[in-house]
C-alpha cells in the first residue's frame, strides 16, 4: 500500500534514444503586438547541457545564461537502477498520449533517502518586458496523483538572479500532496486525501490519464499527470529586466515535469545588449528554391524560424532546435511556396532578426 510510482522511462540515461531523434515540437506562431516571442524553451535537443549551468548564480542584475541548480543536494530514495539526478533532468512525459508531440520534458525528482524536501531551481536569461502585454506560459505535470503528487513554484526576481533573496515575487503555486485523510485507501478520489494550497493537477479530471493506454487498474498507484498549460501575466513587470524561475520545493513526494517555456510581449528583440551581433545574412535573395540563411550566437541558444506572408500569415516554420556560440549557417527550402515576398524572423533566446525574402 502507499507505493509511490518508479518510472524508470524518467531517467537520463534512458533517455538517449529519445535525444537521439532530434523530434521537433509544434511552434507558436508570432503574430501582432503582445506576441513576440522574448524567450521559447521547449528541451527538445540531442543534448540540453550546453544550454545551463549547474552552478549557483551569481546574483547578476543582467545574466544571459539559463541556470539549473540542485540547491538540496540529497540522496535519491527512487530505487531506479541509475540514480535519477539532484538537478532538472530530462525525461519522457509520464502520460502516454503525450509521448506522440512531446518527446522531451523536464523533470526534477523529491523522493529521497532519508525523506527531504527538493530545492531545484530552472533560472531563464534575464528578459526586458517593454510593455504591458508580457506574458509567461509553460506546461507541467506530475508523475503520480493524487498521491504523492508534487508541487512546485513560478518565482520572480526583478533585480537579480540571486536564489537567496531575489525572488520574492510568487507568480504560481502547485499545490503537493501532504497526506492520508482516509487510511488504507488507493482510491483516485481527491478528498481522501490532503495538499497543500495552490492549483492541484487532478483536481481538473481532464489533467490527468491512467498511465498505459489500456489499464488494468487506474487508481492512485497508476494515475499521472497530462502537461497542462499555465499562463501568468508579466504585466506589473514592464519596463524592467526579470529573471523566472521554476522552483520545484516539494517535501518526500516523487517526480514533476516542465515543458515549452514561453515568454511572449511587445516590441522586444530580447536581450538589447545583443541586437547587434544577430545580425543575418541571407542568399540568394531573390530566390526560387533553397534560402541559406548565416548569422552569429552570442551563446548557446535554441532557433526558431518563422516566415509570414503579406497579410502576416505563418507560412512556414522551422524549429533548428540548439545552437552553439558563433556563426551558424541554415538551409529554409521555399519552394514549396507562391512567389512573393515574405518576413522571415529568425528567434532565439536572446534576441530575434527581420529580413524581407523574395521568392521569385
Known amino acids: 500500500m502507499y507505493k509511490k510510482i518508479t518510472l524508470v522511462l524518467a531517467m537520463a540515461t534512458v533517455m538517449s534514444s529519445a535525444f537521439a531523434q532530434s523530434a521537433q515540437k509544434n511552434t507558436y506562431a508570432v503574430t501582432g503586438t503582445g506576441t513576440d516571442t522574448l524567450l521559447y524553451q521547449s528541451f527538445d535537443y540531442t543534448n540540453w547541457t550546453p544550454m545551463y549551468r549547474t ?46 508531440v512531446q518527446k522531451v520534458a523536464l523533470g526534477s525528482n523529491s523522493w529521497f ?30 508523475a503520480q496523483t493524487p498521491r504523492y503528487g508534487d508541487g512546485y513554484q513560478i518565482r520572480i526576481s526583478s533585480t537579480t538572479n540571486d536564489i537567496g533573496s531575489a525572488f520574492k515575487d510568487t507568480a504560481f503555486t502547485a499545490g503537493e500532496f501532504t497526506g492520508f485523510l482516509t ?41 499521472v499527470g497530462i502537461l497542462t498549460p ?26 514533476i515535469s516542465v515543458d515549452d517555456l514561453l515568454v511572449t510581449g511587445t516590441g522586444v528583440a530580447g536581450i538589447n545588449e545583443y541586437k547587434q551581433q544577430l545580425a543575418i545574412s541571407i542568399f540568394p535573395n531573390p530566390t526560387s528554391d533553397n534560402l541559406q540563411v548565416s548569422y552569429n550566437l552570442p551563446t548557446s541558444t535554441s532557433v526558431l524560424v518563422n516566415m509570414y506572408d503579406v497579410t502576416g500569415k505563418l ?25 512573393g515576398t515574405y518576413t522571415l524572423v529568425l528567434r532565439t533566446a536572446v534576441g530575434k532578426s527581420v529580413a524581407k525574402v523574395i521568392v521569385k
Open 183 to 223: 487510511p488504507n485507501n488507493d482510491s483516485a478520489k481527491y478528498q481522501y486525501y490532503s495538499y497543500s494550497p495552490g492549483y492541484v493537477q487532478g483536481m481538473n479530471p481532464a489533467d490527468v490519464a491512467c498511465k498505459a493506454p489500456l489499464p488494468t487498474r487506474c487508481d492512485s498507484a497508476y494515475m
Open 315 to 339: 507560412v512556414k516554420s522551422e524549429s533548428k532546435g540548439l545552437q552553439y556560440v558563433g556563426q551558424q549557417t541554415i538551409n529554409i527550402n521555399v519552394s514549396d511556396l507562391a512567389r
Open 113 to 142: 533517502s532519508p525523506a527531504g524536501t527538493a530545492d531545484d531551481w530552472l533560472i531563464t536569461p534575464s528578459i526586458f518586458l517593454s510593455d504591458t502585454t508580457g506574458k509567461f506560459t509553460w506546461k507541467s505535470a506530475v
Open 55 to 100: 552552478t549557483m548564480p551569481a546574483g547578476l542584475s543582467s545574466d544571459t545564461a539559463w541556470y539549473n541548480y540542485d540547491n538540496a543536494m540529497l540522496i535519491d530514495g527512487s530505487g531506479n537502477t541509475t540514480p535519477r539526478p539532484g538537478n532538472w533532468f530530462p525525461v519522457q512525459p509520464f502520460y502516454w498520449g503525450d509521448t506522440t
Open 230 to 255: 499555465h499562463t501568468v501575466s508579466l504585466a506589473k513587470y514592464h519596463g524592467k529586466s526579470i529573471f523566472i524561475a521554476v522552483h520545484h520545493n516539494s517535501h518526500d513526494d516523487n517526480l
